[in-house]
């Protein structure tokens, strides 16, 4: 999609700090961290929202978990706990309409969330 941020930062036409890259997924930090550790895992391909899944993004929606695995070793955050959050919706907090798991860690976390 040609005017979406995510789409460009996945193209590299707009810079981020990259984390992960493969076929299917990047792994950047988050412009505005909200915790020590704050990364954006993101499919290449554009989605909008979690309402526009299809059953045939099942594998794909795994790979986002897998790059959330792999980077929070990086990070290491995996052993002290980190929390991964996908907005769905503008009521949700939903600010970018391209899809993006957040990872979260490296503080402890509260809930229930805000
Ligand atoms: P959400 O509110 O769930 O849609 O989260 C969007 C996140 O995206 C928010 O935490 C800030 C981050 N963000 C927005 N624009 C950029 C950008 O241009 N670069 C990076 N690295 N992060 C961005």
Do not use: S
Not at 24 to 49: E, G, K, M, S, Y
Not at 65 to 81: N, S
Request: overall charge negative; glycine content about 10%.
């Amino acid at each position: 999609m040609t005017d979406c941020i995510f789409c460009k930062i996945a193209a590299g036409e707009i810079p981020a700090e990259k984390l992960l890259e493969n076929d299917d997924v990047v792994v950047f930090r988050d412009l505005n961290p909200q915790a020590p550790t704050h990364l954006l895992a993101i499919p290449r391909r554009h989605i909008a929202t979690i309402n526009d899944l299809q059953e045939q993004d099942a594998a794909l929606f795994g790979k986002l978990f897998l790059a959330a695995k792999e980077v929070a070793a990086l990070e290491g955050i995996a052993d002290t706990g980190y929390r991964t959050v996908m907005n769905c919706g503008e009521g949700a907090g939903q600010t970018v309409f391209h899809i993006h798991l957040h990872i979260l860690g490296g503080r402890a976390m509260g809930w229930p969330p805000g």
